[in-house]
């Protein structure tokens, strides 16, 4: 095998891997071995067909696979050679003017550029604060994801953050409507999706209990068979609960494994600081981001940026198939978000490609107990042994992925540990 490498510019190399008889000869033989162990052939035993009887029937197959087989065995080693490192998927055009010679590859790869000064930068961000109000509310949240629900009495009303199930038929001009019907629709009073005419209605009602009302609906409602027009609701009432809250006291910390209240409080505190961090470091970050890209121009392959923007206008079409857009909807709304998604990719890109050079640079590298840790921090927020998200991740393909993830971390973290970091007073 002989490998030879072309620039194209520097976001493409083009290398021209040429291979001899050596090479393809065992890949050859193993193909024929093969078909003479499956194919049949009226007239002779199995596996005893001649070679020239199989090449006559299936040399376009053979060729196809030939190719195929020789490309997957030689094509790292050729790349390792000339120390490319593609990044997506490379093209492949074969060398087969007179029988197979060898195969090219065009490859984008992540360009040279200089790296600006990445130390010392200064970042100006809001001081941490937590407040007493921002604990109450975590702490009367938690509350809430305790309460229970008990059954109101039939001649109790609803109230807010009652929880009802209903039922109802919409009529237009005294016809249902067999799209504007439900029999069971969960409804949480002060906190639905409903519109506000209708929950209103809801409020006072008990079980068993029937309403009609009419609303009209505006000209730019969403469903065109109603929009602008007046429809009749009539409700039916199934049942009615009514929220019941625990106290906020040393038992109910108790309950949920603190020694107190005070440590409760504690633990609620340090989680909001924690969270505020977290978001603090996202804007360090970005900031950090911002700052180099003022000072450096990164080029974008054509190919890999494409790819990137399909992977998200794909996204995209899902989300509408799922919420029943329609296609002519669709088209418009992609062709609009085309140019946003373009924007939000190629900066993405441009964020890798200068993460990887400041790793490569500062030799950030990734350890296997990065990745340990990482996966029983995964396992202990999902409440899953160990070994079932480690089998998880290998099995779905997900473990390079998530080292990316981990090494840009790692990165990030590097710069923010070599800025200024100034508090706004």
Do not use: W
Request: with cysteine; net charge negative.
């Amino acid at each position: 095998m002989k490998v030879d490498i072309q620039e194209i510019d520097n976001l493409t190399k083009k290398v021209e891997v040429v291979i001899t008889e050596e090479d393809t000869k065992p890949v050859e033989e193993e193909i024929y071995n093969e078909l003479k162990r499956q194919v049949k052939f009226k007239g002779f035993r199995p596996g005893k067909v001649p070679k020239n009887i199989i090449n006559a029937f299936y040399k376009d197959y053979i060729d196809a696979e030939l190719k195929k087989r020789v490309v997957e065995s030689t094509m790292g080693n050729a790349l390792k050679e000339v120390n490319i490192k593609p990044i997506g998927d490379p093209l492949i055009d074969f060398l087969d003017d007179d029988g197979f010679k060898g195969y090219t590859i065009e490859c984008e790869i992540i360009p040279n550029f200089e790296l600006p000064e990445y130390k010392g930068i200064e970042v100006e961000v809001e001081p941490i604060t937590i407040t007493e109000d921002e604990i109450k509310r975590r702490m009367e949240n938690i509350r809430q994801l305790y309460a229970q629900m008990e059954m109101r009495g039939e001649d109790e009303g609803a109230e807010k953050d009652d929880f009802m199930i209903i039922s109802y038929q919409g009529f237009l001009d005294g016809e249902p409507l067999k799209e504007v019907k439900t029999d069971y629709y969960p409804v949480e009073l002060g906190n639905s999706m409903l519109m506000p005419e209708f929950e209103s209605a809801l409020y006072g009602m008990k079980i068993g209990q029937d309403k009609e009302i009419t609303i009209d609906f505006p000209e730019d409602y969403p469903d065109k068979d109603i929009c602008g027009k007046k429809v009749l609701f009539k409700i039916h009432v199934k049942e009615i609960r009514k929220k019941i809250l625990p106290e906020l006291d040393d038992d109910f910390a108790k309950d949920l494994g603190f020694d107190n209240m005070e440590k409760m409080r504690e633990s609620v505190e340090n989680d909001l600081r924690k969270e505020k961090e977290a978001g603090r470091n996202k804007i360090i970050y970005q900031k950090i981001i911002d700052s180099l890209f003022e000072k450096i121009d990164i080029p974008v392959p054509k190919r890999y940026l494409e790819k990137r923007v399909q992977s998200m206008l794909e996204e995209a079409r899902q989300r509408y198939e799922a919420e029943g857009v329609t296609e002519e909807a669709k088209e418009n709304l992609e062709a609009n978000l085309r140019k946003d998604f373009e924007q939000k990719a190629e900066k993405r890109i441009r964020t890798d490609f200068l993460l990887i050079k400041i790793a490569e640079k500062e030799n950030i590298k990734l350890e296997e107990k990065d990745v340990e840790e990482r996966l029983k921090r995964i396992a202990e927020d999902a409440r899953r042994p160990y070994n079932d998200v480690k089998n998880f991740y290998e099995r779905n393909e997900l473990m390079e992925s998530l080292k990316g993830v981990i090494l840009e971390e790692k990165t990030l973290n590097f710069l923010k540990d070599n800025v200024i970091i100034k508090e706004r007073v």
